[in-house]
């Protein structure tokens, strides 16, 4: 089992770019979130799936769009990349979303010029 | 908003040496992660836990729910233990599918 997986590791991409993070899980989770890590500061939640077919924002949404593509797979989408989009981008998973430990993919470092 | 905070922000130890983390929070939760980041930058859970205590290898897990007030204890210490520990809480109440987390705690066991 790869558990959860992540492409790309890094990136670089310029002020207005636009880019998609791919999260994948293999472990038959119900629900998935996506998170951003900033120096000083906790983990964030950007979006969640709690089930396939079902989006919500979490605390810091703006410029992000979130695809549930299927029970696998949930990818996070930046339009219009800004520098305070850079950050490392971690994809978690769990069974159930109210109650379940949640299990992390190894992360995405993304640098906006 | 309600916070999560971790004490202290920064901890260095001598191999061997018994370790305290604490964590506090601000209302009602029904439940407590604790997280270990590598050095890499991977993140595994440790416990979750609601209530009294739970231990794995020579990691230990406690909750005082009427202290708002969390710590995880690492005996036995050893270099390998080198991470930022970090708390998460999901807050009580319907719709509360959110965790939130603390700035970690950064460890170095030192040979």
């Known amino acids: 089992n790869a558990g959860v997986t992540q492409t790309p590791k890094f990136q670089v991409l310029k002020t207005g770019q636009s880019m998609t993070l791919q999260c994948a899980q293999d472990m038959n989770h119900n629900s998935m979130y996506w998170y951003r890590q900033d120096p000083g500061m906790g983990l964030r939640l950007i979006y969640y799936s709690a089930s396939e077919g079902t989006t919500d924002k979490g605390e810091v949404p703006n410029g992000y769009n979130v695809s549930r593509l299927n029970k696998r797979e949930f990818s996070l989408r930046l339009e219009s990349a800004a520098p305070s989009q850079t950050s490392v981008y971690f994809c978690a998973s769990s069974e159930l979303i109210r109650t379940d430990t949640q299990y992390f993919g190894p992360g995405t470092r993304l640098t906006v010029l | 908003k309600n916070e999560v905070e971790q004490s202290p922000q920064n901890l260095t130890a001598q191999e061997g040496e018994f370790i305290t983390i604490n964590c506090s929070y601000s209302v009602g939760i029904s439940a407590l992660h604790w997280l270990q980041q590598h050095p890499g930058g991977g993140i595994v859970s440790l416990f979750m836990l609601s209530s009294g205590k739970k231990k794995h290898g020579r990691l230990i897990a406690t909750i005082n729910i009427q202290e708002k007030h969390s710590s995880l204890h690492i005996t036995a210490s050893h270099p390998r233990d080198s991470a930022v520990y970090i708390c998460?809480?999901?807050?009580?109440?319907?719709?509360?599918?959110?965790?939130?987390f603390g700035k970690g705690t950064k460890l170095s066991v030192i040979p």
């Open positions: 998460a809480v999901r807050y009580s109440g319907a719709g509360s599918y959110q965790l939130t």
